[in-house]
């Protein structure tokens, strides 16, 4: 790419991720626009913008959030859990609440579309409260408020969350059923309403092109004045102790969807370069039933050391679902991260110009492969490879070199050069299965100059190429919209429909044509 056209790029990416950051500390919540980086990882692409701003992890999603702050620090030192012991504690002004109520928080946060989002808090009681006042059910909803301050690309910003629904529930936030006169409970879950532009912990930071965890993030549990619980045991009315809540990330229930993957893995390759990972394992492998594997490679956006920005940011944790394992019978699914970009063609951190030379990262990527698959039940006639942006590139990049260790490849927006790729490296993949998605509306890696020009070469010598192009981005779900409009995501998040399960070509789902494809 020229310089000249990376400028632009760069300004463009700037104007957006600048508009984003207004808006959030406008009070329009917390910006979790981004998501793959929107401004992520292009041939040009800024590694780190989410759709909404930042490729968010190219992506962030929330490659990254759009609100989200340039202080990158990952939380070594986001501490705490519950409540801070330096921050004042007060109780709401409620009739007869001579007692008062200490808890402890516990967020979750889950995968969405656009980037995570702290979508539930289960408040821990010190005292069980009657679960019932006056023979009908205590109404919750209305008791409680939540606000929101986290660190953004200008600073602090504050929001009210807002709560949706709450109920008295077990540890877990499971629902209490049929709760008749007498019960008591000690847990009590909030759920909040989360969007494109409201609820994430990511930053995205314009220095280092990748999102990081907001440090700090903090959530106000308080209680509304004039609302009170009822005491179990003795019946009084009772207040709640306000508590402040500091983002723990070495909370193992922080994270519900990934409880059953490991997310903290390094691997050093023989090249030096360190990787770390996160994988999931499949319930019914074992030896007599070899399961095929899925690797996801990131955007620019949701690179670092700590291979949950990687799952969350582009929504990987999809492929740990029901929906996904069931469709593929159970499937191995790893997700490597690099420190710095898949792009990377020279050690001197040289990547968004690349032009089409092999990532520094190549051989290492490579040996990290083949020591999963020795150490684990995967049939080898089944290894698929897909990613998005700098992943997507990275996906080419793999195939080229490596054509017969897989079975499949599907890039998403993906940024190898197509002028790069001579006929002799078209001819190696000429019977690998190959399945692009893109969105025409896609300014970070132009579908033009990228996809377009490489699948009509690549049509001239394989009958196995399939293609999913979109005009845009788009909500999907029914749930987020924006000027009575669909949200309308950036261009370059095209991945998002592959985490829906909406890539088509004719009546064939990419990932029902996941699960059959396998080595000749």
């Not at 993957?261 to 039933?289: C, I, K, M």
């Not at 159970?330 to 001197?348: K, R, S």
């Not at 192009?469 to 261009?491: I, L």
Request: charged letters at 25%; hydrophobic letters at 35%; one cysteine or more.
């Amino acid at each position: 790419m020229n310089k000249k056209r990376f400028v632009n790029r760069l300004f463009i990416c700037f104007l957006t991720v600048f508009a984003m950051c207004l808006q959030a500390a406008c009070g329009s919540g917390a910006g979790t626009g981004t998501k793959e980086n929107s401004t992520k990882e292009t041939a040009t692409e800024v590694p780190g913008t989410t759709e909404a701003g930042s490729e968010r992890s190219e992506s962030t999603g929330t490659e990254n959030t759009a609100a989200e702050s340039a202080d990158t620090k990952t939380s070594d030192t986001e501490t705490s859990g519950t409540a801070d012991p330096d921050a004042e504690s007060a109780v709401s002004e409620s009739p007869d609440a001579g007692n008062v109520i200490s808890l402890e928080v516990h967020p979750e946060i889950r995968g969405y579309d656009w980037g995570p989002a702290v979508d539930r808090v289960i408040l821990k009681l010190a005292k069980e409260v009657q679960c019932t006042r006056d023979g009908e059910p205590v109404s919750l909803q209305e008791m409680f408020s939540v606000r929101e301050e986290k660190q953004g690309m200008f600073g602090l910003s504050k929001a009210e969350r807002t709560i949706v629904k709450a109920w008295f529930s077990d540890e877990t936030g499971q629902m209490r059923e049929d709760i008749l006169p007498g019960d008591t409970a000690g847990f009590i879950t909030l759920e909040l309403a989360v969007g494109p532009e409201e609820g994430s912990p990511f930053v995205y930071n314009m220095m280092t092109w990748r999102n990081a965890w907001c440090d700090p993030y903090k959530l106000e549990i308080s209680m509304n004045e004039g609302e009170a619980l009822i005491l179990a045991g003795s019946g009084e009315d009772a207040g709640l102790e306000t508590t402040e809540y500091r983002l723990d990330l070495s909370d193992p229930k922080l994270f519900p969807e990934l409880e059953n993957a490991s997310v903290s893995e390094t691997f050093t390759g023989p090249e030096g370069h360190e990787l770390s990972y996160a994988f999931y394992e499949p319930g019914t492998a074992s030896q007599e039933n070899r399961r095929p594997l899925v690797l996801w490679l990131h955007g620019a956006g949701e690179g670092g050391k700590d291979p949950r920005i990687a799952l969350l940011g582009n929504r990987v944790s999809a492929l740990f679902s029901d929906e996904f394992q069931n469709t593929m019978e159970g499937a191995y699914v790893l997700v490597p991260q690099t420190e710095t970009f898949w792009m990377q063609y020279e050690e001197n951190g040289s990547w968004s110009d690349n032009p089409g030379r092999d990532s520094v990262f190549l051989h290492d990527l490579k040996a990290l492969i083949d020591d999963f698959v020795s150490s684990h039940n995967v049939d080898t006639d089944r290894i698929l490879i897909g990613g998005c942006s700098n992943g997507g590139f990275m996906t080419m990049d793999m195939v080229f070199s490596y054509p017969d260790m897989f079975a499949a490849a599907f890039p998403i927006c993906e940024a190898f050069k197509p002028e790069a790729a001579t006929d002799e490296m078209l001819e190696r993949i000429r019977n690998l299965p190959i399945w692009f998605v893109y969105a025409e509306s896609d300014t970070t890696v132009y579908p033009a100059a990228y996809e377009k020009p490489l699948i009509e070469r690549l049509r001239k010598v394989s009958t196995e190429v399939h293609v999913s192009a979109f005009e845009d981005v788009r909500d999907t779900s029914g749930k987020y919209f924006k000027d009575g409009e669909p949200y309308n995501y950036m261009g370059h998040w095209s991945w998002i429909y592959f985490f829906n399960d909406e890539c088509r070509d004719g009546d064939l789902s990419l990932w029902q044509w996941l699960a059959g494809q396998k080595r000749p």
